[in-house]
Every structure is written in structure tokens, then in C-alpha cells.
């Protein structure tokens, strides 16, 4: 798939019991993918073994949940978010995604273990796609697209800063209600 592969508008689901597990290593080359994973991007082991684990990023996910993710993942810690990607078809499917770093008997960080399941249809509707379009008008409202998505960072701190969470609590508790001001 390259980045001029069409976009299908149609969606690809998977059961609520099953895990898309991959793993990369450092750099984010990915070096394991689940059947699963082969299955619901339309990839075959071949093709991604050995490829960045971008190969299946959708133009629709923001850039700086992206940055979020690997400053996080850069620094040690491990990462909950929602993910839209996109399958080699240009279908895509969307993901509640547990990032870590995995570690060596030196406890230096040799790569990324993920694993997806499917995401709380209710609090993907409600609150994350709303707010992955602001982020994305805020990034698309920029000529230089590193300047966009460091403005739509600056949007999503600052929306956190008013909920007076930390990314990790927002992830975690939204979709509760009024008392975590949600809604």
C-alpha cells in the first residue's frame, strides 16, 4: 500500500474477544504480527514483517496523538489510546490500543509490544472522533504540517489542562459523565 491508495469509506470490524497484537522493534519496524492482525489489515506476514508499523496509518489520525504516543513510549511508559488505521484495501478499522515499550535484561528499550481491541463504540461517537476532527482542522489549518500538528498538541493540551487531567486519566475515564466533565 503506499500513501496514494484510496481511501474506501467502508469500515471493517472485529469480535470483542479478539486481540490484534504486534511488535516492532525500537524504531518501529514491525518484527511480529498476530493472525488477527493479518486478517483485518488485508496484509499478508510478508508484507509487513520487516516495514514500519505506519505502513498501516490512516490520514485521518491525528499527528499529534501519534507524537503523544512515541514521546510517551520514548520516555518508558506505557500508552492507551484510540486509533484509526487503514487497510491495505484503504478500508479501516478503529482500535483501543495498549502500547509498551519492551525492555532487555539491561531494562534499555528494544522495541514496542500493542495490543488493540475493539473500541467502546458509544465513547468513540461521543468523544474521541469529535475530537480527532478538531485536532485534525487544527493541523489541516496549517501550511507546514509539523507547525499543525504542533498547534493541534497545544489544542489537546489545553482542552486537557481544562478538564484538569493528564492524558492517561482522560483516556481512562472518558465516557463516565458530567462528574469527570465529560460530557
Known amino acids: 500500500m503506499t500513501k496514494d491508495t484510496l481511501l474506501t469509506g467502508v469500515e471493517r470490524t472485529f469480535e470483542d474477544d479478539e486481540i490484534i497484537v504486534s511488535k516492532t522493534n525500537e ?33 485521518d489520525m491525528p499527528r499529534c496523538i501519534f507524537k503523544l504516543l512515541w514521546d510517551t513510549l520514548e520516555a518508558g511508559e506505557e500508552i492507551f489510546a484510540y486509533v484509526v488505521n ?3 484495501c484503504g478500508d479501516f478499522y478503529w482500535v483501543y490500543a495498549h502500547v509498551t515499550p519492551s525492555r532487555n535484561l539491561e531494562n534499555q528499550i528494544i522495541g514496542f509490544h500493542s495490543n488493540r481491541r475493539t473500541p467502546d463504540r458509544r465513547i468513540l461517537e461521543e468523544h474521541i472522533k469529535p475530537l480527532y476532527d478538531q485536532l485534525n482542522a487544527e493541523e489541516k489549518s496549517h501550511t507546514n504540517r509539523k507547525d499543525g500538528m504542533l498547534a ?32
Open 27 to 59: 524504531k518501529g519496524i514491525l518484527t511480529y504480527t498476530n493472525k488477527i492482525f493479518l486478517d483485518i489489515s488485508g496484509y499478508k506476514e510478508s508484507e509487513v514483517i520487516g516495514k514500519q508499523h505506519s505502513i498501516i496509518r490512516h490520514p
Open 86 to 88: 487503514r487497510t491495505k
Open 152 to 183: 493541534a498538541g497545544n489544542v489537546l493540551k489545553n482542552m486537557l489542562a481544562e478538564k484538569n487531567v493528564a492524558y492517561d486519566e482522560f483516556i481512562a475515564t472518558v465516557g463516565q459523565g458530567k462528574r469527570r466533565g465529560y460530557r
